[in-house]
C-alpha cells in the first residue's frame, strides 16, 4: 500500500522537477507558462494522493481551488503574453528584463 | 477691585503692537486710500481692546482710559497727514495710561491695612506640569507699587522727550514700537508674582535693550554694541536660570509667596542651598545691573539714542537687579555670606566705575560709568541687608539719572551730534535752560544736601555703617565714593558748560536750545530730583520716614536679626563727612577745571601710566577679550571644525554608505525571471536538505 502511495506520489514529484527544469532552461514564455501549469499539476497530484490515503478531503478541496486558480492564471497570462508579443514582436524571455535595479 | 493692574503692563504691549505694524507698512500706505483704511482698521483694533477692557472693569477706570483712547482713534482716521503724530500719541499714551492707572493702585494700596498690602490678580493660567502650577499673575505690594511708578512715571517722561529728540527719524513709529515693548515687558518684570514669569520680563527687557542699542543699525559698531550687551547678559541669565531651578528642587514651588513663607523654615541659616540659590540670582544681577564682573557692556550700550539710555540704561532695566534682590529678602537675610558678596562687590563696583569715570571723555559715557557706580550703591545697601534703603535709592537715581542723560541728549541735540566733552565748553550762555537743569542733577547725584541724592546715598552710607551686615569698611569705600561722585560729575558738567569754548566756528553758530516738548519732562525730572528724597528723610533728622514704612511689610519674611543702637550724634557726623567727602570732590573739581585748567593736563603728563591706565579703564575689555572671548573663539572654531567634519561626516556617511550599498545589492536585481527561479529553487533545496 505505501509502495502504491509512493509511486504517486514519487510521479507528483518528477512531473513538478519536469515543470521546474523546464522554467529554468528554457527562454519561450509560453513555454515556461505550460512548466508552471506541469508544477501546479505536480503539486495537485501529492494532494489528491495524501487526501486519498489519509481519507480526508481537505487535499481534495486545495486541488479544486488550485485548479480554479490556474484557469484563472491562465486567463490572465495568455493576455499578458499575447500583449507583450505585440509590444515587443517576440516572447523570448531574454528581451524582458526591462524591470531590473 | 485691583483686577485693573492687568492693564499696567498691557497698554505699553498695545502701544508696541500698533507702532509696530504701523511701522512695517508705512510705507507702503503713504499718500494711499488704502492708508486711511488700514490707519482705520488699527484704530478700530484699538478701540475693541479697550471695549473688552471697559466689560473687564468698574466704569470710573475705563473712562481714564477711554479719553485718550477716543483721541487717539480719531486722529488715527483723520491725522493720517500727519502720521509721526499719531505714533506719538499711541507711544506715549499708552504709557501714560500706565501710569495713571498706576498711580490709582498706589492710591488704593495705601488706603488698606499695611498687613493687606499684598494682592495677587490671576490673569490667566499659564502651565500645569506634574506638581508644577504656574500663573501668568501679577502681584501689587509696596515694592512692586514703587517700580511699576518709576517705570511707568520716569518711562512717560522720557516718551514725552522722545518725540523731540527723536522728530524727524526714519524709523520714527519701530523706536515708539521698541520702546514701548520694553515698558512693557520691565512692568512685567516687575509685576510677576512667580520667578519664571519675572524671568520672562528679564529676558524681555534684554532684548528690548538689544534692539534699542542697535537701534541704527546701519552703523557696525551699534551694531557690535548691541551684540555685546546680549551676550554679556546671557552669562549672567544662565546664573539666574540655573537659580530657579535650584527653588524649585527645593521648595517645589516656583511663587513669591510660598517660597519666601517657608525659607526660614525649610532651610537651615547659612546653609549651602540657600547660599548657593542666592548667589547663583546674584549672577544674574550682576550681568543685568552691570556689576563687577559683568559691567563691561553698559559702557558700549550708550550707542543707542540717548533716550534710551536714559530709560533703560539708568533708570529701569539696569535697576532690575537690585529689585530682584530686594525682591528675595527673605532668602538672601538667610545667607549671611551671600549678603556680603553683595555688599562687596557693590561696593567695589562702586569705586572701581568712579574711577574710570575720571577720564573718559564721551558725554554719556561718563553718565554710564556713573550709573555702573550708583547702581554699585544701591547692591551696597541691599546687601547690608537695608533693602529699603536700596530701593530708595533706586527711586531717586531713576529722577537725576534720567535727568542728567535726558539733559546730556538736549546738549547733543544743541552741537549737532557732537558727543565728546572735550571739544564743548561754555555752553552756559547758549543752552542757559539746560544747564539750570543739569545742574540741578549733578547737585542731586553728588550728594548735595536738601536734594534727593543725598537723602537715599546718605541712608545707604548710615546701614553700611551700622547694620549687623554691614562694617566700617563698606562705608569708608562708600564715603571715598561720594566724593569721587562729586569731582567727576562736576568734571562732566564744568567741561561742558564752562571754560572756554573749544567747538569749531560751524557747531558754534549752530548751537540753539532744545524745543519745549523735551524741555518739559526735564523739569519734571528736576524737581523729582530736587523733591523726591523728601518722602524718605531719615528719622534722626525728625520726621517719619514714610518710604521706609511704606516698604517694611515686603520685608515680614525675612530674618530678622538684633540691628545694634547708635546714637543720633553719630549718624549726624556720619553724615557731615559724607558731605564734607562730597564736597572736597567738587572743590578739586573747581579748582582743576574751572580755576586753572592746565592741572589735569599736566598730571596726565606727570603719572602718565595712571593716566593711560584709567582712560583705557584698566584694559579690563582688552583682558576680558585675551581671557575669555578669544578662548571662546577659539573653542568655537574647533567646534565648527568637529561639526563640519565628525557630525557632518557621520551624517553624510550613513546616506552615502546607503547609497553605494544600494547600487550593490541592485545588481542582484537582473529582471531575468529565471534567475529568480534559480533563487527560489535553490532556496527551496537548502530548506529541504
Same mark, same amino acid.
Given at each position: 500500500?505505501?509502495?502504491?502511495?509512493?509511486?504517486?506520489?514519487?510521479?507528483?514529484?518528477?512531473?513538478?522537477?519536469?515543470?521546474?527544469?523546464?522554467? !529554468?532552461?528554457?527562454?519561450?514564455?509560453? $513555454?515556461?507558462?505550460?512548466? +508552471?501549469? @506541469?508544477?501546479?499539476?505536480?503539486?495537485?497530484? %501529492?494532494?489528491?494522493?495524501?487526501?486519498?490515503?489519509?481519507?480526508?478531503?481537505?487535499?481534495?478541496?486545495?486541488?479544486?481551488?488550485?485548479?480554479? !486558480?490556474?484557469?484563472?492564471?491562465?486567463? $490572465?497570462?495568455?493576455?499578458? +503574453?499575447? @500583449?507583450?508579443?505585440?509590444?515587443?514582436?517576440? %516572447?523570448?524571455?531574454?528581451?524582458?528584463?526591462?524591470?531590473?535595479? | 477691585?485691583?483686577?485693573?493692574?492687568?492693564?499696567?503692563?498691557?497698554?505699553?504691549?498695545?502701544?508696541?503692537?500698533?507702532?509696530?505694524?504701523?511701522?512695517?507698512?508705512?510705507?507702503?500706505?503713504?499718500?494711499?486710500?488704502?492708508?486711511?483704511?488700514?490707519?482705520?482698521?488699527?484704530?478700530?483694533?484699538?478701540?475693541?481692546?479697550?471695549?473688552?477692557?471697559?466689560?473687564?472693569?468698574?466704569?470710573?477706570?475705563?473712562?481714564?482710559?477711554?479719553?485718550?483712547?477716543?483721541?487717539?482713534?480719531?486722529?488715527?482716521?483723520?491725522?493720517?497727514?500727519?502720521?509721526?503724530?499719531?505714533?506719538?500719541?499711541?507711544?506715549?499714551?499708552?504709557?501714560?495710561?500706565?501710569?495713571?492707572?498706576?498711580?490709582?493702585?498706589?492710591?488704593?494700596?495705601?488706603?488698606?491695612?499695611?498687613?493687606?498690602?499684598?494682592?495677587?490678580?490671576?490673569?490667566?493660567?499659564?502651565?500645569?506640569?506634574?506638581?508644577?502650577?504656574?500663573?501668568?499673575?501679577?502681584?501689587?505690594?509696596?515694592?512692586?507699587?514703587?517700580?511699576?511708578?518709576?517705570?511707568?512715571?520716569?518711562?512717560?517722561?522720557?516718551?514725552?522727550?522722545?518725540?523731540?529728540?527723536?522728530?524727524?527719524?526714519?524709523?520714527?513709529?519701530?523706536?515708539?514700537?521698541?520702546?514701548?515693548?520694553?515698558?512693557?515687558?520691565?512692568?512685567?518684570?516687575?509685576?510677576?508674582?512667580?520667578?519664571?514669569?519675572?524671568?520672562?520680563?528679564?529676558?524681555?527687557?534684554?532684548?528690548?535693550?538689544?534692539?534699542?542699542?542697535?537701534?541704527?543699525?546701519?552703523?557696525?559698531?551699534?551694531?557690535?554694541?548691541?551684540?555685546?550687551?546680549?551676550?554679556?547678559?546671557?552669562?549672567?541669565?544662565?546664573?539666574?536660570?540655573?537659580?530657579?531651578?535650584?527653588?524649585?528642587?527645593?521648595?517645589?514651588?516656583?511663587?513669591?509667596?510660598?517660597?519666601?513663607?517657608?525659607?526660614?523654615?525649610?532651610?537651615?541659616?547659612?546653609?549651602?542651598?540657600?547660599?548657593?540659590?542666592?548667589?547663583?540670582?546674584?549672577?544674574?544681577?550682576?550681568?543685568?545691573?552691570?556689576?563687577?564682573?559683568?559691567?563691561?557692556?553698559?559702557?558700549?550700550?550708550?550707542?543707542?539714542?540717548?533716550?534710551?539710555?536714559?530709560?533703560?540704561?539708568?533708570?529701569?532695566?539696569?535697576?532690575?537687579?537690585?529689585?530682584?534682590?530686594?525682591?528675595?529678602?527673605?532668602?538672601?537675610?538667610?545667607?549671611?555670606?551671600?549678603?556680603?558678596?553683595?555688599?562687596?562687590?557693590?561696593?567695589?563696583?562702586?569705586?572701581?566705575?568712579?574711577?574710570?569715570?575720571?577720564?573718559?571723555?564721551?558725554?554719556?559715557?561718563?553718565?554710564?560709568?556713573?550709573?555702573?557706580?550708583?547702581?554699585?550703591?544701591?547692591?551696597?545697601?541691599?546687601?547690608?541687608?537695608?533693602?529699603?534703603?536700596?530701593?530708595?535709592?533706586?527711586?531717586?537715581?531713576?529722577?537725576?539719572?534720567?535727568?542728567?542723560?535726558?539733559?546730556?541728549?538736549?546738549?547733543?541735540?544743541?552741537?549737532?551730534?557732537?558727543?565728546?566733552?572735550?571739544?564743548?565748553?561754555?555752553?552756559?550762555?547758549?543752552?542757559?535752560?539746560?544747564?539750570?537743569?543739569?545742574?540741578?542733577?549733578?547737585?542731586?547725584?553728588?550728594?548735595?544736601?536738601?536734594?534727593?541724592?543725598?537723602?537715599?546715598?546718605?541712608?545707604?552710607?548710615?546701614?553700611?555703617?551700622?547694620?549687623?551686615?554691614?562694617?566700617?569698611?563698606?562705608?569708608?569705600?562708600?564715603?571715598?565714593?561720594?566724593?569721587?561722585?562729586?569731582?567727576?560729575?562736576?568734571?562732566?558738567?564744568?567741561?561742558?558748560?564752562?571754560?572756554?569754548?573749544?567747538?569749531?566756528?560751524?557747531?558754534?553758530?549752530?548751537?540753539?536750545?532744545?524745543?519745549?516738548?523735551?524741555?518739559?519732562?526735564?523739569?519734571?525730572?528736576?524737581?523729582?530730583?530736587?523733591?523726591?528724597?523728601?518722602?524718605?528723610?531719615?528719622?534722626?533728622?525728625?520726621?517719619?520716614?514714610?518710604?521706609?514704612?511704606?516698604?517694611?511689610?515686603?520685608?515680614?519674611?525675612?530674618?530678622?536679626?538684633?540691628?545694634?543702637?547708635?546714637?543720633?550724634?553719630?549718624?549726624?557726623?556720619?553724615?557731615?563727612?559724607?558731605?564734607?567727602?562730597?564736597?572736597?570732590?567738587?572743590?578739586?573739581?573747581?579748582?582743576?577745571?574751572?580755576?586753572?585748567?592746565?592741572?589735569?593736563?599736566?598730571?596726565?603728563?606727570?603719572?602718565?601710566?595712571?593716566?593711560?591706565?584709567?582712560?583705557?579703564?584698566?584694559?579690563?575689555?582688552?583682558?576680558?577679550?585675551?581671557?575669555?572671548?578669544?578662548?571662546?573663539?577659539?573653542?568655537?572654531?574647533?567646534?565648527?571644525?568637529?561639526?563640519?567634519?565628525?557630525?557632518?561626516?557621520?551624517?553624510?556617511?550613513?546616506?552615502?554608505?546607503?547609497?553605494?550599498?544600494?547600487?550593490?545589492?541592485?545588481?542582484?536585481?537582473?529582471?531575468?525571471?529565471?534567475?529568480?527561479?534559480?533563487?527560489?529553487?535553490?532556496?527551496?533545496?537548502?530548506?529541504?536538505?
Amino acid at each position: 500500500m505505501i509502495s502504491q502511495m509512493n509511486f504517486f506520489l514519487i510521479t507528483g514529484l518528477l512531473i513538478f522537477g519536469i515543470g521546474a527544469t523546464g522554467l !529554468l532552461i528554457r527562454r519561450n514564455l509560453i $513555454i515556461c507558462f505550460m512548466s +508552471i501549469e @506541469l508544477m501546479l499539476n505536480g503539486v495537485n497530484l %501529492v494532494f489528491v494522493t495524501f487526501s486519498h490515503y489519509l481519507n480526508s478531503a481537505v487535499g481534495m478541496l486545495y486541488v479544486l481551488f488550485i485548479m480554479a !486558480l490556474a484557469a484563472a492564471e491562465v486567463a $490572465i497570462g495568455l493576455a499578458i +503574453i499575447l @500583449l507583450i508579443y505585440r509590444l515587443k514582436g517576440t %516572447v523570448d524571455m531574454d528581451s524582458l528584463n526591462t524591470m531590473k535595479g | 477691585m485691583f483686577d485693573f493692574i492687568v492693564l499696567i503692563p498691557l497698554f505699553p504691549l498695545f502701544g508696541a503692537f500698533l507702532n509696530g505694524i504701523y511701522g512695517v507698512f508705512r510705507n507702503k500706505w503713504a499718500n494711499k486710500p488704502s492708508h486711511t483704511i488700514g490707519v482705520a482698521a488699527i484704530g478700530l483694533a484699538f478701540g475693541l481692546v479697550l471695549l473688552l477692557v471697559y466689560k473687564m472693569l468698574s466704569v470710573p477706570i475705563v473712562l481714564l482710559a477711554l479719553v485718550p483712547a477716543l483721541g487717539a482713534f480719531l486722529n488715527f482716521i483723520f491725522g493720517y497727514k500727519w502720521s509721526d503724530k499719531l505714533v506719538s500719541i499711541i507711544g506715549v499714551g499708552s504709557v501714560g495710561i500706565s501710569f495713571v492707572l498706576s498711580a490709582l493702585a498706589l492710591w488704593k494700596l495705601i488706603h488698606l491695612d499695611p498687613e493687606a498690602r499684598f494682592i495677587e490678580v490671576v490673569f490667566y493660567k499659564w502651565m500645569v506640569s506634574g506638581n508644577l502650577s504656574l500663573d501668568v499673575a501679577f502681584l501689587l505690594d509696596p515694592l512692586s507699587a514703587v517700580m511699576i511708578l518709576v517705570v511707568t512715571g520716569v518711562g512717560f517722561l522720557i516718551h514725552a522727550y522722545s518725540m523731540g529728540y527723536m522728530h524727524n527719524d526714519p524709523s520714527y513709529p519701530r523706536f515708539f514700537s521698541y520702546l514701548n515693548l520694553f515698558v512693557f515687558f520691565m512692568l512685567i518684570l516687575v509685576m510677576s508674582n512667580n520667578f519664571p514669569l519675572m524671568f520672562v520680563g528679564w529676558e524681555g527687557v534684554g532684548l528690548c535693550s538689544y534692539l534699542l542699542i542697535g537701534f541704527w543699525f546701519e552703523d557696525d559698531y551699534n551694531a557690535y554694541a548691541g551684540n555685546k550687551a546680549f551676550i554679556v547678559n546671557r552669562i549672567g541669565d544662565f546664573g539666574f536660570i540655573l537659580a530657579i531651578f535650584l527653588i524649585f528642587v527645593t521648595f517645589g514651588t516656583l511663587n513669591y509667596k510660598d517660597v519666601f513663607e517657608t525659607a526660614s523654615r525649610a532651610l537651615p541659616y547659612n546653609g549651602f542651598t540657600v547660599t548657593a540659590i542666592t548667589l547663583l540670582l546674584f549672577l544674574g544681577a550682576t550681568g543685568k545691573s552691570a556689576q563687577i564682573p559683568l559691567y563691561v557692556w553698559l559702557p558700549d550700550a550708550m550707542a543707542g539714542p540717548t533716550p534710551v539710555s536714559a530709560l533703560i540704561h539708568a533708570a529701569t532695566m539696569v535697576t532690575a537687579g537690585v529689585y530682584m534682590v530686594a525682591r528675595c529678602n527673605a532668602l538672601y537675610t538667610l545667607a549671611p555670606v551671600s549678603l556680603a558678596v553683595v555688599a562687596t562687590i557693590g561696593a567695589l563696583t562702586a569705586i572701581f566705575a568712579a574711577s574710570m569715570g575720571f577720564a573718559q571723555k564721551d558725554i554719556k559715557r561718563i553718565l554710564a560709568y556713573s550709573t555702573i557706580s550708583q547702581l554699585g550703591y544701591m547692591f551696597l545697601g541691599v546687601g547690608v541687608a537695608a533693602f529699603s534703603a536700596g530701593i530708595f535709592h533706586l527711586v531717586t537715581h531713576a529722577f537725576f539719572k534720567a535727568l542728567l542723560f535726558l539733559s546730556a541728549g538736549s546738549v547733543i541735540h544743541a552741537m549737532g551730534g557732537e558727543q565728546d566733552v572735550m571739544k564743548m565748553g561754555g555752553l552756559k550762555g547758549h543752552i542757559k535752560k539746560t544747564f539750570i537743569v543739569s545742574l540741578v542733577g549733578t547737585l542731586a547725584i553728588a550728594g548735595a544736601p536738601g536734594f534727593s541724592g543725598f537723602f537715599s546715598k546718605d541712608e545707604i552710607l548710615w546701614q553700611a555703617y551700622s547694620s549687623p551686615y554691614g562694617s566700617k569698611f563698606l562705608w569708608a569705600i562708600g564715603v571715598i565714593t561720594a566724593g569721587m561722585t562729586a569731582f567727576y560729575m562736576f568734571r562732566w558738567l564744568f567741561l561742558i558748560f564752562f571754560g572756554e569754548e573749544r567747538m569749531d566756528h560751524e557747531t558754534k553758530h549752530h548751537i540753539h536750545e532744545s524745543p519745549n516738548s523735551m524741555l518739559i519732562p526735564l523739569y519734571v525730572l528736576a524737581f523729582l530730583s530736587i523733591f523726591g528724597g523728601y518722602m524718605g528723610v531719615p528719622e534722626s533728622l525728625g520726621v517719619k520716614n514714610y518710604f521706609h514704612h511704606f516698604l517694611e511689610p515686603v520685608t515680614q519674611y525675612a530674618y530678622k536679626v538684633e540691628w545694634p543702637h547708635y546714637s543720633h550724634a553719630l549718624e549726624y557726623t556720619l553724615m557731615i563727612v559724607s558731605v564734607a567727602v562730597a564736597f572736597a570732590g567738587f572743590a578739586l573739581a573747581y579748582i582743576c577745571y574751572i580755576k586753572d585748567p592746565s592741572i589735569p593736563v599736566k598730571f596726565g603728563e606727570k603719572y602718565r601710566t595712571l593716566y593711560k591706565w584709567v582712560y583705557n579703564k584698566y584694559f579690563v575689555d582688552e583682558f576680558y577679550g585675551i581671557l575669555f572671548v578669544k578662548g571662546l573663539l577659539k573653542t568655537c572654531f574647533g567646534m565648527r571644525a568637529f561639526d563640519e567634519k565628525a557630525i557632518d561626516g557621520a551624517v553624510n556617511g550613513t546616506g552615502k554608505s546607503l547609497y553605494w550599498s544600494s547600487i550593490l545589492t541592485g545588481k542582484l536585481q537582473t529582471g531575468y525571471i529565471y534567475h529568480y527561479v534559480w533563487g527560489i529553487v535553490l532556496g527551496l533545496l537548502i530548506l529541504l536538505f
